[in-house]
């Protein structure tokens, strides 16, 4: 007996660990918790059956502040939860808000309740539908407390906020996209020292009115049954590369629990984590858009509230949220270099995309003539005049430059010796490790 015991205790255990490693379709918002499907049962009640779920046992986790249940389905479930203590007590049956991830079936249901026993052992939910329908639980998870306060442990060494030479980006107000109000009052935020990037475990956006909906959607999400005061995060950026404004980035978030306090949290939508796939879609690679986009948001935040880019953190690299594959092996992996090209913007503005060498103006001149040039890395660039023989005269730059748009150099139309040369047509060209091109101009006396 006592070694079945054992060997059950270790299955769940197991099972526990590998979710928790394998990630999960909650983002920011719960720990999942596997159901144990042994305990699974249903009742008919006239036209009506109920179905059972509860989660394996719960322990050693005593800052539960609820419970949330996914569910895909065509039609709105209903949905009531309660909760076992240790000692088999059990609270009242409470019914559940369900918010619809916007073109999906995936239905959220859950609730924030407060002062729940410290000694919560597991939870059940009872999903009703008609004899005839029927749906699929995916998923339980459980709130953990998420504090949107201030920290007052942490001494306050309050930033200055700076007026940024970097451009802030467009960003669409809350009233843009129909922000609905707080449900409490904020608290600023005291000072700023971390960036955290998050993805939105679905919630996929390609366009504007699809963004919009989902940031209502998932404003929903978080004050009704999630239970916050509003959508946790600071900023959200869709597949097109649109910017929404979440809460005011200068108040306390609710986007990485226990870590809230000085961190600007900025949430791409979609699911970005593959290992998750087997439930839903999860394949996601950051667009193009969205990326040159959080690097300019970020860039700006950066600047504005005096963060190094290299502060900048996924959802899982905080120690208190280990549980979480937040926000994704696809986004993850790009942390290091996102921040080095925050780090540039700031320093040098946009990085091209691609090397080049644009048409000198004027064409033809006389006097002088001016070449622009985009590099992409920092790299020893070389731009030399040659003549329609094949013969260089005149070298007008070979050294080092950093990432950056619309560099400039001149020629007035003298050699290396600083003599005027001929009339006629010269060749521009730039040259890198990498990369080679020329342009065609004309010299004229």
């Known amino acids: 007996m006592k070694i079945n015991l054992i060997k059950n205790i270790l299955i769940c255990f197991f099972i526990y660990l590998y979710s928790l490693l394998k990630g999960d379709i909650f983002s920011d918002s719960a720990l999942p918790t596997p159901i144990n499907k042994i305990a699974n049962r249903s009742e008919v009640h006239n036209n009506t059956k109920s179905m059972f779920y509860q989660s394996i046992n719960i322990s050693n986790i005593d800052s539960i502040e609820g419970a949330m249940i996914v569910i895909d389905s065509d039609f709105e479930p209903i949905v009531k939860i309660r909760f076992y203590t240790s000692t088999n007590e059990k609270t009242d049956w409470l019914e559940c808000k369900s918010v619809n991830e916007p073109f999906s079936f995936r239905w959220f249901s859950g609730k924030k309740i407060e002062n729940l026993p410290k000694n919560i052992n597991k939870v059940e939910f009872e999903v009703t539908t008609g004899l005839n329908q029927s749906v699929d639980v995916k998923k339980i998870g459980l709130f953990i407390h998420h504090s949107e306060q201030l920290n007052e442990k942490k001494l306050l060494n309050s930033n200055k906020i700076i007026d940024a030479e970097v451009e802030k980006p467009r960003i669409i107000t809350r009233s843009e996209w129909g922000a609905r109000a707080p449900q409490s009052g904020y608290s600023n935020m005291?000072?700023?020292?971390?960036?955290?990037?998050?993805?939105?475990?679905?919630?996929?956006?390609?366009?504007?009115?699809?963004?919009?909906?989902?940031?209502?959607?998932?404003?929903?999400?978080?004050?009704?049954?999630?239970?916050?005061?509003?959508?946790?995060?600071?900023?959200?950026?869709?597949?097109?590369?649109?910017?929404?404004?979440?809460?005011?980035?200068?108040?306390?978030?609710?986007?990485?629990?226990?870590?809230?306090?000085?961190?600007?949290?900025?949430?791409?939508?979609?699911?970005?984590?593959?290992?998750?796939?087997?439930?839903?879609?999860?394949?996601?690679?950051?667009?193009?858009?969205?990326?040159?986009?959080?690097?300019?948001?970020?860039?700006?935040?950066?600047?504005?509230?005096?963060?190094?880019?290299?502060?900048?953190?996924?959802?899982?690299?905080?120690?208190?949220?280990?549980?979480?594959?937040?926000?994704?092996?696809?986004?993850?992996?790009?942390?290091?270099?996102?921040?080095?090209?925050?780090?540039?913007?700031?320093?040098?503005?946009?990085?091209?995309?691609?090397?080049?060498?644009?048409?000198?103006?004027?064409?033809?001149?006389?006097?002088?003539?001016?070449?622009?040039?985009?590099?992409?890395?920092?790299?020893?660039?070389?731009?030399?005049?040659?003549?329609?023989?094949?013969?260089?005269?005149?070298?007008?730059?070979?050294?080092?430059?950093?990432?950056?748009?619309?560099?400039?150099i001149s020629w007035n139309g003298r050699n290396n010796f600083n003599e005027l040369v001929s009339s006629g047509v010269y060749i521009c060209y730039l040259k890198s490790k990498n990369y080679k091109k020329a342009v065609r101009m004309v010299f004229l006396k």
């Not at 998932?218 to 929404?244: C, E, M, P, T």
């Not at 690299?317 to 986004?331: H, K, V």
């Not at 001016?370 to 070979?398: A, P």
């Open 190 to 408: 005291p000072y700023y020292d971390k960036m955290t990037l998050h993805h939105s475990a679905g919630f996929s956006a390609e366009t504007l009115e699809e963004g919009i909906a989902q940031m209502q959607a998932i404003q929903l999400f978080h004050q009704d049954i999630r239970g916050w005061s509003d959508i946790g995060y600071h900023f959200v950026v869709d597949k097109a590369g649109n910017i929404y404004q979440g809460r005011p980035e200068t108040v306390i978030g609710a986007h990485t629990g226990g870590s809230n306090t000085g961190n600007i949290g900025t949430c791409v939508l979609g699911c970005y984590h593959p290992p998750a796939s087997d439930n839903y879609f999860c394949y996601d690679e950051i667009t193009t858009s969205s990326k040159e986009n959080i690097i300019k948001l970020l860039s700006w935040t950066s600047q504005t509230y005096n963060i190094s880019p290299f502060l900048l953190k996924g959802h899982r690299d905080y120690y208190d949220f280990e549980y979480t594959s937040c926000p994704g092996n696809n986004l993850w992996i790009l942390l290091p270099q996102l921040r080095q090209e925050i780090e540039d913007y700031k320093n040098f503005g946009p990085t091209p995309n691609a090397y080049k060498i644009y048409q000198n103006f004027p064409n033809p001149f006389n006097d002088k003539t001016e070449i622009q040039f985009d590099v992409v890395h920092e790299s020893k660039i070389e731009i030399s005049i040659y003549n329609i023989l094949g013969k260089k005269v005149k070298t007008l730059t070979n050294e080092n430059y950093n990432p950056g748009k619309s560099y400039t």
